[in-house]
């Protein structure tokens, strides 16, 4: 198919008929003049790649926040006031805030030129009747590609003719965890998934065995993974929900400053001030008053955030995505290697007449034989054993030990054949010295039987394995209590029945069997070698589930969050694996792609929510499931490892991929890349999202109560006719260093234990919503109360003077706002009860901030700077009570709280 031809089902057409239509030759293939007329017409072979954003673009990008120009501006104003120091400040606070988001966010979008690297550089190729080695970008339709193993495909194709083994790895493209066997026969449908259709290969997967010969039907932007490319350059990237909130609440509380700010001008000019001092003052107020280090303080706690994660096994590649983790209401996970282990795993052995459970997961030759609840020795079961020697003698693959870790080298089922036999003992090195290979015939499709002929002590052996169903036509005899005896019906049936048993358990199942030889067969054929059989028994394998997802599953249930299986395997697997990790409640539903397409849009839309498992999909399909959620105003997170996920990947408000088997292509469209591929590591990515967010809004809470503070005490001055007691440089060193410190204290508060017992956060919900603002304003004008206590004291009960007073009003100010900062950590619980040193970096901010203050109070060139005098012991005194108030206050409201609930807000 390509972008100028109509759309044809390859699959339904013999080769003869699509050679026909490119003109070419199924043995000379096309000739050189014809495919330089193609290569004309549909382009080089290759994807076409979206312009990456260059490094000078992700950093003025940084700088699109609404708050961030306001600052700019303000530090504009500052400068034509002369205030240097105050626009130097503001402009240093912008920078550093663009400086964390440019080291944090630099990624070029490198996904297609990742999809590049999937297409095989060269590939060999039948033109003018020659075997030739060309430039993949070269191939067109209508070209011969001859593949073996090993090879990568250079485009989508149609099998001509393949050896009986020919397989392919499609995993990356379709999820199947298994290397799928070709066939070169027509198919019947129309609707064929694409990962059903045995008579095409497709471009970015990998031959895993056998040879094959393929007419190119499809290439560059034309091919399925073209398809994918175009998928993810049409997704548009929306601003995360903490972006989005913190552009609104930047807007209200700068108007909010603005408003107040302009109230006080008035005052001020109503008063009979001079016009245009009032102005400048008010101008420098607003400057000042408006939360500069907020931006920084929001970048630096999310940078945390990404330090905290990297440790729970999340790299989190776009920081605004630390905090869209904790808002997700959906988890959409791909099953094979996230939910499970991606290793394929002998559960049940039926031999000798029973069945034998087998403990242990994955290829870590670790586990027991169990027959009755109770743990036996294989050793004792004569027809266990020989089953496993089948399976074992009977095989390409091999395992590969590293550290202690184990990973097959070959075909996953095989592997699990290895590991089961080495959990009984039987090692493959020690049976080959006895038994050597001496020929194989290999797997295929029709037959669905393997054989290996071994040299044993008193002739040849022909180990057999294959369809249960298949295997038992061919066996005239059964291994049993160490005897060979004739195969009786009743037995036939009994193993047929076990068979189906295993089977509806979502159990891949294979039957092992050998016949012995005096002499070599004279006729080395399947036909002579796989008959009159001697059955040992059948084995019953599964990609497991991971033991550590079950725990996560029900953890995301606590949280509120629905989590959603999609997966490129078949569906009765896709249930079984489900049922077992406690995802299918009472009324979920499973999907196959054939089932989705059935589906009408208005009626996937009415069912989305009770869908819990999608079996069998394209990367079309997870697009519209991710769109389907978000469409409902849910926050999704979609997980993926194939390039067939990436589409759906970018699509999905938080992005995860895996860091062992994902694919570049996916990892670069992502938000998060989980480094052990496990699903309990999103679940923990998930609670290390919701106490950022919570932490977001504990230093939101302290810069804003504290800004209002400032607010209120000019606000009450000018009302009262008073001087002003602060002087912008004052508010100005308050919000920059007094206050930014223990901001970023209150960003290393450990997570309420609780926090995962909570449901998600409403997608739309305020930063600041209605209790917390009313809690802000009442703390916010009990701090300024305080300050402007000291102010009146000082100035007209003392009568010291103006500056004493300002410096009077300026400690209480900065230091009650230090104190108030623990009572931002909870506004439930008691700072006590929190545990006074439970966040070290906290208090070490409050004694850098107070360090600080009194620097700016006692020593002479900072004296000179901020205009501040020395104070009396008397007024000390006063400072220190005033100043611990809000403390002592906030914890006495917590506590007529708890008794009688007049608030709640966390």
Known sequence: ?????????????????????????????????????????????????????????????????????????????????????????????????????????????????????????????????????????????????????????????????????????????????????????????????????????????????????????????????????????EITLETTPLQRKLEQFGRWIVYLCFFLVGLIFLLEWWRGGELVQVFLTAVSLAVAAIPEGLPAVVTIALALGVQRMVRRHALIRKLPSVETLGAATVICSDKTGTLTKNEMTVKSVYADGRLFSVSGAGYQPEGEFILNNRAVRPEEFPGLLKTLTCGLLCNAARLAENQGRYRVVGDPTEGALLTLALKAGLKLEELEKGEPLVEEIPFDSERKMMTMVRKSSDGFVAYVKGAPDVLLKNCAFIYDGGEERSLTLEELDRILQVNDSLAGQALRVLGCAYRKFSSFPEKFESAVIETGLVFTG???????????????????????????????????TAVAIARELGMLEEGSLALSGEEFDSLKPEEYRDRVQNI?????????????????????????????????????????????????????????????????????????????????????????????????????????????????????????????????????GLGFDPPDPEIMSRPPRRPGEPIVDRSRAALMSVQGIFIA???????????????????RARTAAFIVLSVSQLFHSFNCRSQMKSFFELGIFSNPKLILAFLVSLSLQLSVVYLPPLQEVFKTQNLTPIDWALVVVLSSLPLWGMEMVKLLNKKFRFYRVY
């Open 1 to 233: 198919m390509t972008d100028k031809d109509p759309v044809l089902k390859f699959w339904m057409l013999t080769p003869e008929e699509i050679a026909s239509a490119y003109n070419s030759d199924l043995k000379h293939g096309l000739a050189s003049e014809q495919a330089a007329v193609y290569l004309e017409k549909y382009g080089p072979n290759q994807l076409q790649e979206a312009p990456a954003r260059s490094p000078l673009a992700v950093f003025f990008d940084q700088f699109k926040s609404f708050l961030i120009w306001v600052l700019i501006a303000a530090a504009i104003i500052s400068g034509f006031l002369g205030e240097w120091v105050d626009a130097l400040a503001i402009i240093a606070i912008v920078i550093l805030n663009a400086v964390l988001g440019f080291v944090q966010e630099f990624r070029a979008e490198k996904s297609l030129a990742a999809l590049k690297k999937m297409a095989a550089p060269l590939a060999r190729v039948i033109r003018d009747g020659e075997l030739k080695q060309l430039p993949a970008r070269e191939i067109v339709p209508g070209d011969l590609l001859e593949l073996e193993a090993g090879d990568h495909v250079a485009a989508d194709a149609r099998i001509i003719y393949h050896t009986t083994n020919f397989a392919v790895h499609e995993a990356a493209l379709t999820g199947e965890s298994t290397p799928v066997f070709k066939t070169g026969a027509v198919l019947e449908g129309e609707d064929i998934p694409l990962a059903d259709r045995a008579n095409l290969v497709y471009a970015g997967t990998s031959v895993s065995s056998g040879k094959a010969r393929a007419l190119v039907v499809a290439t560059g932007m034309s091919t399925e993974l073209g398809q994918i490319a175009r998928m993810i350059q």
């Open 785 to 803: 109360a305080c300050a402007l206590l000291a102010f009146f004291y000082v100035l007209f009960v003392e009568k010291e003077g103006i500056g």
């Open 612 to 744: 819990q498992v999608y079996a069998r999909v394209s990367p079309e399909h997870k697009l519209r499931i991710v769109r389907a959620w978000k469409d409902r105003g849910e926050v999704v997170a979609m997980t993926g490892d194939g390039v067939n996920d990436a589409p759906a990947v970018k699509e999905a408000d938080i992005g995860v991929a895996m860091g062992i088997t994902g694919t570049d292509v996916t990892k670069e469209v992502s938000d998060m890349v989980v480094t052990d591929d496990n699903f309990a590591s999103i679940v923990a990515a998930v609670e290390e999202g919701r106490a950022i967010y919570d932490n977001i809004k504990k230093f939101v809470h302290y810069l804003l109560s504290c800004n209002l503070a400032e607010i209120m005490v000019m606000f009450t001055a000018s009302l009262a006719g008073w001087p002003a007691p602060l002087l912008p440089i004052h508010i100005l060193w308050v919000n920059l260093v007094t206050d930014s410190f223990p901001a970023l």
């Open 538 to 572: 059948l084995v019953a394998m599964i990609d497991p589930p991971r033991p550590e997802v079950i725990a996560a599953i029900s953890a995301c249930k606590k949280a509120g969050i629905r989590p959603v299986m999609i997966t490129g395997d078949h569906k009765v």
